[in-house]
């Protein structure tokens, strides 16, 4: 493959920027209103030049789609919705040809409820092979109509669901950690362990170059699935808990048999963690030599628009991946978390993920937040590491927080008694070209419009309205991810902190490159001899770095 060649001598993945394609609205090619295989297709060149590395593509196995594809009904087919597994191969050799690199999603922790091995088990008996596969457990209390423990979903609502039995008397219940259509299988069986090789071999065998792995910190469960009780989750003050589900030690064999299988290939695969842990001490297992090779960076991206919060962040993170050896990533956003311009929006401090409503009680100045993620974006690019672009992040769009209720489909607005509104807000089809919607997402002829309904306003965020507009969000990531790859200072490294008045951070990198970021002080002057190489917004009339604002330097 035409790859991009590995980096001052470091493997690509040490400072690869990964665009995170969000398969079902990033292009749709057949009309249909969902983003598909053959749009993506259509928008590798656009990818190729806006200078990343690698995309990961979000689950496009088939689904029934109850959680937008992370409910997986079989690991080696592609969804009917996106294509198929020739549009797959195809695109796959042409994003290779133009020096990409593909990612896929893997979903280790739960299967669909309509995936074979589920409804086998639900055909069998109480205590047979094909239950064992799942977590099934008899209930508590008088007929076992208690749930065995007081373990929550995620998405709101008990963690289990009981079944009928063969006679037609309620049963047995399963653990769904998600919604309860996504039964959580059992990492102690060697059925699941080796499906889930067997799918690696399968998608590495057609050329795919890695993995994030969804939930890497849920897989294993405590012995005897003790009660959560009044354990915390996420810890609170970054202390370390024994939580009996999330974060346990055992998950980490299974790494470190997978990483021994990517290595067996002579262009090694690699892996990145969703590993929500709170604590980079933590999360940096997860990365240690023998096991992934990269985890995302959540901390960073919750942290609130602060410069002493970003930068503990910054050298937390930094100091915990060194002393394993691994490069650290950075990310801003995904298909999960509110968009960076609409966080940044709001107050410092302001971290809220999934409560639009608490979010929309907040005063919001979403000309600051623009700012604010240009300044963001220069930062994450100059750290030490790779980083993930989240589709959109680069347009500068804001999370959508008026969708109507009823075009809501994230689980998490059902399954919370319709009290959080959720993720869809993130997820709205991308914009591409054109006036109004569909706005070039589906083709003109489109028999059905996007899937989510598109702002108006989004007609000025178009890839077309920001092309060749210097001050677009756009072309800043455009030059800016140019400009890093002829930086021999950027990606992978080390990096030193220097002075830096109150509410700035400023820190070099070698040979001869300084970053300069103004969350909030007075201007900062630009140490002399230096030379802008770019600036996330206009400096002073003397030439300073007024807040809000990032400068890269030349020395
Ligand atoms: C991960 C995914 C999220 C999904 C969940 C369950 O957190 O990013 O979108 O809902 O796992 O698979």
New binding site residues.
């Given amino acids: 493959m035409a790859a991009r060649p590995d980096r001052n001598g470091t493997p690509w993945w040490r400072s690869a920027i990964i665009y995170q394609v969000y398969i079902r609205s990033f292009a749709d090619g057949d009309g249909d209103g969902i983003g598909d295989i053959a749009g993506l297709r259509s928008r590798l060149p656009y990818l190729a030049e806006l200078g990343i590395d690698a995309l990961w593509i979000n689950p496009w196995y088939p689904s029934p789609m109850k ?2 594809g ?1 409910d997986v009904s079989d690991f080696r087919a592609i969804e009917p919705l996106f294509g198929t597994l020739a549009d797959a191969e195809a695109m796959i050799a042409e994003a290779h040809d133009l020096g990409l690199r593909i990612l896929l999603d893997i ?1 280790p ?2 299967f669909s409820d309509q995936h074979a091995w589920f409804r086998e088990a639900l055909a069998a008996d109480p205590g047979s092979p094909e239950r064992a596969r799942f977590i099934f457990r008899d209930g508590q209390g008088p007929d076992g109509a208690e749930p065995p423990n007081d373990w929550m979903s995620n998405f709101g609502g008990l963690a289990w669901t009981r079944v009928p039995e063969a006679d037609g008397r309620p049963g047995q219940w399963y653990l769904h950690l ?1 919604t309860p259509e ?1 039964p959580d299988v059992d990492w102690t069986n060697s059925d699941v362990q080796e499906e889930f090789t067997q799918t690696m071999r399968f998608w590495f065998g057609l050329g795919v170059d890695g993995f994030r792995i ?2 890497a910190h849920g897989l294993a469960k405590a012995e005897g699935l003790p009660d959560v009780g009044s354990t915390p989750w996420p810890p609170v003050g970054g202390e370390i808990v024994d939580h009996p589900h999330w974060d346990r030690d055992e998950v980490h064999e299974i790494y470190r048999s997978w990483r021994s299988l990517a290595d067996t290939y002579d262009d090694p695969r690699v892996f990145v963690a ?1 590993a929500w842990v709170h604590h980079p001490g933590r999360l940096a297992h997860y990365v240690r030599a023998d096991e992934l090779h990269t985890a995302f960076n959540f901390d960073f991206l919750l942290a609130p628009w602060d410069a002493e919060r970003m930068r503990e962040s910054i050298v937390a993170s930094l100091t915990a991946h060194e002393a394993v050896g691994a490069p650290a990533t950075w990310v801003l956003s995904n ?2 978390t509110v968009r960076e311009v609409s966080r940044y929006a709001r107050p410092q401090g302001a971290r809220t993920l999934r409560k639009l409503d608490d979010l929309a009680a907040l005063p919001a100045d979403f000309a600051v937040g623009r700012r604010r993620a240009r300044a963001a974006a220069l930062l994450m690019l100059a750290l030490p590491g790779g980083a993930y672009v989240y589709q959109g992040e680069e347009l500068g769009l804001a999370e959508v927080e008026d969708l109507p209720e009823d075009l809501l489909q994230d689980p998490g607005w059902e399954q919370s008694g319709r009290t959080e509104r959720g993720r869809d807000g993130c997820r709205v089809p991308i914009p591409w070209s054109g006036e109004t919607p569909p706005f070039g997402f589906s083709p003109d002829d489109a028999g059905s419009p996007p899937w989510l309904p598109q702002p108006a306003e989004w007609r000025e965020l178009t890839v077309e309205a920001q092309t060749g507009d210097e001050d677009s969000m756009l072309e800043l990531y455009r030059r800016a991810l140019h400009l890093r790859r002829a930086q021999p200072a950027l990606g992978d490294g080390r990096l030193t902190w220097l002075d830096a008045p109150d509410g700035a951070l400023a820190f070099g990198r070698d040979p001869g490159f300084v970053c300069i970021v103004n969350l909030s002080g007075d201007p900062v002057p630009v140490p002399d001899g230096t030379e802008i190489l770019i600036s996330s917004g206009p400096l002073t009339d003397d030439g300073r770095v007024p807040f809000d604002t990032s400068v890269w330097l030349t020395s």
């Fill in positions: 959680d937008a992370y979903v922790n739960h998600f996504q969804d939930v969703e298909h999960d």
